[in-house]
Structures are given as structure tokens and as C-alpha cells.
């Protein structure tokens, strides 16, 4: 277990809705990424937070966007949702802002599918 | 562009014997990091290596990083079927050109263990 926790395990939806997925870091990190991960993508970077503010952004398209709270959880939301965004969605986190120092701890992830 | 290659793609060994998965990167890297990953389940953190020649070995699972810090190599010693799921390198993305703090990954290496 590495005390990454996401929420909910696995969400149905259809084209066009819109969902939040959400994630719990281990106790003591502050920072908390989003993955996303396809078969034909692999594992992408969507977007970082350290401590509540933006850190990096990656390959993240402008309907999703994401937060980071004061309890440090974060939620990632995805809007007029389509097919091609079925995938694994993964948190991960770190006690420092950058991956030199400490590394990413994932969660289990939540299997997304549009229909 | 692809910048961290994984060989091979797939792997299937006989209980009890030894392979070897490489992961290769275009530039020489800051840090490297090896997960493994059950399907459908979340990234389980194995090792980090930071310095050219450095070597770590976790039970059965030995890392290194060559000298140049372009290319680490996974060895399974006496594979058992435990050690099936997809092996996955990665490397900073700040050691591309990208923003520092996230990691990037190969496509992964999928190990199958024949009882």
C-alpha cells in the first residue's frame, strides 16, 4: 500500500458529462501529480501541485483542470467528456516539489470509461 | 518523440530463470527511476539511481546505471511468478527540456513467469 488514495476505484460515464476524480496524498507530502495512462499513450503527465499551487503542467488538455486543497487532497476534473479519454487516471506523490529529492508514490488509480 | 526506450517491449521467462530489461534515454540523466506495475493497479516505486556506476538491489531485483547515466538495466535473479507485471523506467523530465518535478516514462517492459 503506498498510502496514495484514489476515488472512486472506477467511473462510467457517457460522452459529453462531466466527472472528478480524487486523491488523498501520503501523510507528509506535499506535492501531488496526475497521470493519465492508455495503451497507445502509455503513462502521460497531466499536471502537478506542491502545496497548493500549480507546479508543472504537461500534456493536459484545456477541458480538464485540477485543484490542490489546503488538506492537500486534490481533485482532478474532466468535462464534455469523449470516448478517447476512457483511461487509467493515476495521483501520485512526493514530499518534495521536484523528483530528485524524493520519489512518486502512486495510487491505484481510477479506470475511467466513457461510453 | 519517444525519450526513454525499453527493451524488450515483452518478456516471457520459465520460473527460476534470470532476464534482463534495459531502459536506454537519449541524454544523460539526473536520476532513474524502475516501478512496477500489476495491470490495472497502481505504480509500486522499486528503485532510484543517481550516480553513474551506481548499483541497488532489492531482494531478487538488481539496478544499475551505467557510468555515462544514459543506460540502467533490471536483473531478475531466479524469476518467480510474483515478479510478473509491466516494469516501467523513468527519468526526470527537467533532464529533457521540461519542467523539473515530474517524471516521464518508457512504455514499459511486460514480464510473464511460466510456473
Known amino acids: 500500500d503506498s498510502g496514495v488514495t484514489q476515488t472512486p476505484k472506477h467511473l462510467i460515464t457517457a460522452t459529453g458529462q462531466r466527472v472528478t476524480l480524487r486523491c488523498s496524498p501520503r501523510s507528509g507530502d506535499l506535492s501531488v501529480y496526475w497521470y493519465q495512462q492508455s495503451l497507445d499513450q502509455g503513462l502521460q503527465f497531466l499536471i502537478q501541485?506542491?502545496?497548493?499551487?500549480?507546479?508543472a503542467k504537461g500534456n493536459i488538455l484545456e477541458r480538464f483542470s485540477a485543484q490542490q486543497f489546503p488538506d492537500l487532497h486534490s481533485e482532478l476534473n474532466l468535462s464534455s467528456l469523449e470516448l478517447g479519454d476512457s483511461a487509467l487516471y493515476f495521483c501520485a506523490s512526493s514530499v518534495e516539489g521536484d523528483s530528485y529529492n524524493s520519489p512518486l508514490h502512486f495510487g491505484n488509480g481510477t479506470r475511467l470509461t466513457v461510453t | 518523440s519517444q525519450e526513454l526506450e525499453q527493451s524488450p517491449q515483452s518478456l516471457i521467462v520459465q520460473e527460476g530463470k534470470n532476464l534482463t530489461i534495459n531502459c536506454t534515454s537519449s541524454k544523460t540523466l539526473y536520476g532513474l527511476y524502475w516501478y512496477k506495475q500489476k495491470y490495472g493497479e497502481g505504480l509500486i516505486f522499486l528503485m532510484m539511481l543517481q550516480k553513474g556506476g551506481e548499483e541497488k538491489s532489492h531482494e531478487k531485483i538488481t539496478a544499475k546505471l551505467d557510468e555515462k547515466k544514459q543506460q540502467s538495466s533490471l536483473h531478475i535473479t531466479a524469476s518467480q511468478p510474483s515478479h510478473a507485471g509491466i516494469y516501467l523506467c523513468g527519468a526526470d523530465s527537467g533532464d529533457y527540456g521540461g519542467s523539473q518535478g515530474n517524471l516521464i516514462f518508457g512504455k514499459g517492459t511486460k514480464l510473464s513467469v511460466k510456473p
Open positions: 501541485y506542491y502545496n497548493g499551487e500549480e507546479r
